[in-house]
């Protein structure tokens, strides 16, 4: 085993032979939308996700299900499913199986095998002083989607939070084994304050933010968060911050931001400065919506992370 549970990497990683090793990672959870088709799509990309984080490429999935024996109609069963196919397709990857269970709850996701040249595999281990934090999603789907729940979401930034959360990490894990990045994760649930905490522990530096240029997926999220749209998850995630973040410099709301509970959220990289340009230039060619350099990797500090203009 090249990569286990130890710094709480994206996934596992298991070494066949010098030039080969698979890459594994299960995720499932509750809806986050309404619509059965694009929930699936959700569950499927973030599944995905933790095998490009690591930057390697997957091949196979299983479908996890859990699904009531009664009161829900075995059609949206189906649309569910049909959505984490069209995603699977999207990215080249065969859905294999799967399992299913009775549970008063519906969840979905998968799990997901990759492969990886072991040689060539991105850890959260292994940021560098100096090194460029480069952010390939924005953030807020936690707060747009508790907003969706209570009725208080506009259709557009609905639409916007589906086409982010449906988005496939792939263009960015391919741009990141090109150049010289040293360390990746995925923002999700832990919010970007936690999964860049956990990078920094491991790796044993410490992190600056530009608060100015964390990206939001609307200028109106903290309209939303100023009406206490925020999920629980969010406020642990800023609970725990504050034992690893100095957020003097931060308002209110933007320390709801960058707790975020992010479901599908986009990959953190640790770049060396000389090769940012390039990455960037990757990343557009790919067609990444979003690449933007949102701090750096400093010396290890009294905080893993601080924050400044």
């Not at 490009?52 to 996890?64: E, F, H, Q, S, W």
């Not at 009161?71 to 080249?92: Q, V, Y």
């Not at 924005?138 to 449906?166: C, F, H, I, N, S």
Request: aromatic share 4%.
């Amino acid at each position: 085993m090249l990569v286990g549970i130890s710094t709480g990497d994206d996934a596992g990683v298991y070494l066949l032979r010098e030039d080969l090793a698979i890459v594994n990672t299960v995720d499932f959870f509750t809806p986050v939308v309404d619509d059965p088709f694009t929930y699936g799509q959700i569950a499927a990309a973030n599944a995905l996700s933790d095998v490009y984080a690591m930057g390697g490429i997957p091949k196979t999935a299983l479908n996890i299900v859990c699904w009531p024996q009664t009161g829900m109609p075995h059609a949206m069963l189906g649309e569910i499913l049909r959505g984490g196919s069209e995603k699977a397709r999207e990215a080249g990857v065969a859905i294999v199986g799967g399992h299913s269970v009775a549970d008063e709850e519906v969840k979905y996701g998968m799990a997901v095998t990759g492969v990886i040249d072991p040689r060539r595999i991105i850890r959260n281990v292994g940021a560098r002083v100096g090194d460029a934090l480069l952010l390939s999603k924005p953030l807020g789907t936690g707060v747009l989607m508790t907003a969706l729940k209570r009725g208080q979401l506009p259709e557009d930034q609905y639409a916007a939070a589906v086409r982010w959360m449906g988005e496939l990490n792939a263009a960015t894990a391919r741009a990141m084994l090109e150049y010289d990045v040293h360390a990746a994760t995925d923002i999700t649930g832990f919010g970007l304050l936690g999964h860049l905490a956990n990078m920094c522990r491991a790796s044993s530096v410490s992190a600056e933010i530009f608060k100015e240029h964390i990206p939001a997926i609307s200028s109106e999220i903290f309209d939303l968060i100023d009406h206490e749209c925020v999920p629980g998850g969010t406020r642990d995630n800023l609970k725990a911050a504050r034992e690893t973040t100095d957020l003097r410099s931060v308002s209110q709301s933007q320390r709801i931001l960058l707790a975020d509970a992010q479901t599908s959220g986009g990959l953190l990289l640790c770049v060396r400065e000389s090769s940012l340009p390039k990455v960037r230039r990757v990343l557009a060619r790919l067609r990444t919506p979003s690449a933007a350099v949102i701090g750096r990797i400093m010396r290890r500090r009294k905080h893993l992370i601080c924050t400044t203009k």
